[in-house]
């Protein structure tokens, strides 16, 4: 995957072994486009050619590899192992940027990591947590990001990648300070 990309990974891959819970925080190299619509029409009629269903914002839909990532009427995320541009019809294609140099997806694992995402999150993520998958963009105290889960012990999350080394090293210290509490 990094070749496609041409960049190295932004993070250390990262465990915690605690009071009998690890915690894995590890890079996942994705390519990540970003659609811009001018209505929730558009991106409605886009949902449609591509996916097997509509999205409400809020949504995740995951197709094989393809990750696609309603945040607001307006704008969704792809992200994939794949550049996945060409798929598109060609009246999508001009709504879509790719945003894989400048942004990291991290995979965080184990017992209670949503439960800090709850505690530090600028977003209520229990109205999010409904049935199946789920997905927000908020700020985690400094950091804007994209988050979504399926469960409770694992959370996958965009960050721009300047910053994805000290997020988690951030979110460390927030892990340590919990299982000391």
């Given at each position: 995957?990094?070749?496609?990309?041409?960049?190295?990974?932004?993070?250390?891959?990262?465990?915690?072994?605690?009071?009998?819970?690890?915690?894995?925080?590890?890079?996942?190299?994705?390519?990540?486009?970003?659609?811009?619509?001018?209505?929730?029409?558009?991106?409605?009629?886009?949902?449609?050619?591509?996916?097997?269903?509509?999205?409400?914002?809020?949504?995740?839909?995951i197709l094989?590899?393809?990750?696609?990532?309603?945040?607001?009427?307006?704008?969704?995320?792809?992200?994939?192992?794949?550049?996945?541009?060409?798929?598109?019809?060609?009246?999508?294609?001009?709504?879509?940027?790719?945003?894989?140099?400048?942004?990291?997806?991290?995979?965080?694992?184990?017992?209670?990591?949503?439960?800090?995402?709850?505690?530090?999150?600028?977003?209520?993520?229990?109205?999010?947590?409904?049935?199946?998958?789920?997905?927000?963009?908020?700020?985690?105290?400094?950091?804007e990001v994209?988050?979504?889960?399926?469960?409770?012990?694992?959370?996958?999350?965009?960050?721009?990648?300047?910053?994805?080394?000290?997020?988690?090293?951030?979110?460390?210290?927030?892990?340590?300070?919990?299982?000391?509490?």
């Amino acid at each position: 995957m990094a070749e496609f990309l041409n960049v190295e990974k932004a993070v250390k891959d990262t465990s915690f072994d605690q009071d009998g819970r690890t915690i894995l925080i590890d890079e996942n190299q994705k390519f990540v486009v970003q659609g811009q619509f001018r209505s929730p029409q558009k991106l409605d009629e886009f949902c449609q050619s591509i996916l097997p269903k509509t999205m409400e914002v809020g949504g995740v839909v995951i197709l094989d590899d393809t990750a696609y990532l309603r945040f607001s009427p307006y704008a969704i995320y792809v992200v994939s192992d794949r550049m996945m541009l060409d798929d598109f019809a060609k009246e999508y294609q001009n709504n879509f940027t790719d945003l894989s140099h400048g942004k990291c997806m991290l995979i965080i694992r184990g017992n209670g990591v949503f439960d800090i995402f709850l505690d530090y999150s600028a977003a209520d993520l229990m109205n999010y947590s409904g049935a199946g998958q789920s997905m927000v963009k908020t700020r985690f105290i400094d950091y804007e990001v994209v988050l979504w889960w399926a469960a409770n012990d694992q959370i996958q999350l965009l960050i721009d990648r300047s910053y994805a080394q000290s997020f988690v090293d951030f979110l460390s210290s927030l892990i340590v300070r919990q299982n000391l509490n």
